[in-house]
């Protein structure tokens, strides 16, 4: 079906190599942040330019097991990101409700 020449080699390791360097961009917004919505975000790039990743090898290598391995982790990290942010939301509201609980206890005292 696909027939690689050293043109269609070098484009496939050109594209690997360019999300390879997205990939390690992106997990050092991962690391540095600052809010933890940038942290979400650059974790979900990342498993989208995997897929892609994945997808790339799955032509290359006209093995189309790798493409239902891509789907799986596509929904893996859906699920990840979902999770993620239903933490976030979770903990702004525990933390906006300790707070509204001591603006009421200082108001209290005095």
Do not use: W
Not at 4 to 21: E, G, H, R, S, Y
Not at 55 to 81: G, N, P, Q, T, W
């Amino acid at each position: 079906m696909f027939e690689p020449n050293q043109f269609t080699d070098i484009m496939f390791l050109a594209a690997i190599l360019v999300l390879a360097v997205t990939i390690v961009c992106c997990l050092i917004r991962v690391i540095r942040g600052p809010r933890f919505t940038d942290r979400i975000v650059a974790t979900n790039m990342i498993g989208t330019m995997t897929i892609m990743v994945v997808c790339l090898l799955s032509v290359y290598f006209d093995e189309s097991f790798l493409v239902d391995i891509a789907i799986i982790y596509a929904m893996l990290s859906f699920i990840a990101v979902v999770v993620l942010c239903r933490l976030v939301m979770t903990r702004r509201r525990v933390h906006e409700m300790e707070e509204k609980a001591r603006r009421q206890k200082e108001e209290e005292q005095q």
